[in-house]
């Protein structure tokens, strides 16, 4: 009997091979450093190329993740070592404090008495605090504690109100061995860090964000019924410009496209014109990249009012000085001269980079991880290259199926 296949990254592409080869019959570990599964999509707003939310993806996916017993999930873990070889593979996981167990049962009186508030990047979601539900669509649909801030046992309000005995404040984390038969590696992307452009100025101006914490922004907006504000002074923005090629395709930061980050911009601006009238956005590109079905959405955003869209690289982003929100300096291509313009918040359309965690893995020029290095673990999706959901999918029921084969 062959060990199971373990999967480090339960994201939309480590779900996908998870339950494809447990429908085959095969045993599966998904282990995922988060506290919920669905990596990024779980905290979109909605998702081209259908403009749906993602729900539509994800629901799906728990659903047969839920009912299928051949899978066991880890959340808050992650891998410490790998030893052993392809077939018999020995696996060190540390799996984070759990300061709230599976009695569980999503009331959220723990997050109504938490004092503590929760900042960062990933701090979308019905409340910010340090006793929280990670984002609108977790799964497991549990709430957690930020153990890094939570004030434990001098504060103690969430364990008095929890009627369930779900809250365990002196929980430890713990190490487990696992035995894999191979490993898929589906770890995904993360954001180039925007501040090392330091002419676009995302540090010190709130209201210049990157693309992602503008999909987290529509998200909130949409599951809270609330106008978009921008954050400097909660006003309602009019005009928002998009930067494309943020560090993609520069040599002094990432040589490559991020693929994806032209058709996320498009999807933004169409979003603004459908839900938020009255808003006017404007992209700023070097050539905008949709392709296939995506080039559909491209089509409507040329005919919409609401949005332009301007050939030239944006040079520089100032703050100005007579109160009249961020000046863009650009190139506009086609008009042949240079553009001073006003706005009111500005998205930086960013690259991805690779999330890594294994050294041994062989990574290419660009830092992505390269398939096939190592016999037996088979890197799959976004950590390879930038790529979309409908890509990503295709990627990991191919990786399944190398996988299942002895
Ligand atoms: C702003 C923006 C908007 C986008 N919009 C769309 C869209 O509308 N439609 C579309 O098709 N694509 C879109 N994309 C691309 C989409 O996000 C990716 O295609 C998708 O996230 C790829 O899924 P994945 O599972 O490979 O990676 P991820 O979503 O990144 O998931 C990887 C998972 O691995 C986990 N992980 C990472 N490291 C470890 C570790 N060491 N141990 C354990 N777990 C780990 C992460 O926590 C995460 O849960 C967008 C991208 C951006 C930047």
Redesign the pocket.
């Known amino acids: 009997m062959d060990f199971p296949i373990l999967i ?9 091979a998870a339950v494809e080869l447990a429908e085959t019959g095969r045993e599966v570990l998904l ?4 506290p ?7 905290g ?1 707003n ?4 259908k ?1 749906c939310p993602p729900a539509c993806g994800l629901e799906i996916n728990f659903r047969r993740i839920r009912s299928n017993p051949l899978i066991s999930y880890y959340t808050s ?3 410490q070592e790998i030893s052993g070889t392809k077939g018999e593979f020995r696996v060190t996981i540390s799996v984070g404090a759990r300061l709230i167990n599976n009695r569980c049962t999503s009331c959220g009186k723990c997050t109504e008495v938490c004092p503590v508030d929760r900042e960062g990047p990933d701090s979308y979601g019905p409340a910010k605090k340090a006793a929280y539900i990670p984002g609108g669509l977790a799964f497991p649909m549990k709430y957690t504690i930020d153990a890094e801030i939570c004030q434990k046992e001098a504060c103690g309000k969430c364990v008095e109100v929890c009627d369930y005995n779900a809250i365990q404040l002196d929980a430890r984390p713990v190490e487990i061995e696992l035995r894999a038969h191979r490993i898929i590696v ?6 180039y860090d925007a501040s090392r452009i330091e002419n676009y100025r995302y540090a010190g101006e709130p209201d210049v964000v ?3 914490e ?2 987290h922004l529509l998200a909130t907006c949409e599951r809270e019924h609330k106008k978009l504000t921008r954050p400097s002074d909660g006003e309602t923005p009019k005009r928002i410009a998009f930067v494309q090629c943020a560090g993609s395709r520069d040599v002094n930061h990432l040589p490559y496209c ?4 032209c ?3 498009v ?2 601006a169409l979003t603004l014109a459908e839900s938020y009238p009255g808003i006017m956005a404007e992209i700023f590109y070097i050539d905008l990249r949709l392709t296939g079905r995506n080039e559909k959405l491209l089509n409507k955003a040329e005919q919409d009012d609401a949005i332009k869209l301007t050939k030239g690289k944006v040079g520089r982003i100032e703050r100005d000085k007579n109160g009249n929100g961020l000046i863009l300096e650009v190139e506009d291509i086609m008009a042949g001269t240079r553009r001073m313009d006003s706005f009111d918040m500005v998205v930086l ?2 690259g ?1 980079v690779p ?4 050294p041994a893995i062989t990574t290419n020029e660009n830092g992505f991880y390269s398939a096939g290095q190592i016999q037996g673990i088979y890197p ?4 390879k290259r ?8 295709k ?2 029921t191919a990786a399944a199926l190398k996988a299942m084969h002895r």
């Open positions: 480090v990254g339960g994201g939309i592409s480590g779900i996908t282990v995922e450093k988060e919920y599964l669905g990596g990024n999509v779980a979109f909605n998702y081209f190329p403009l873990a992650e891998v589906a770890t995904g992307w993360r954001l990157t693309n992602l503008f999909e991020s693929a994806v980050c058709s996320a911009s999807k933004h359309a960013m991805l999330n890594r965690f294994l799959v999706a976004s950590c930038p790529m979309d959901v409908a890509s990503s999918v990627d990991a």
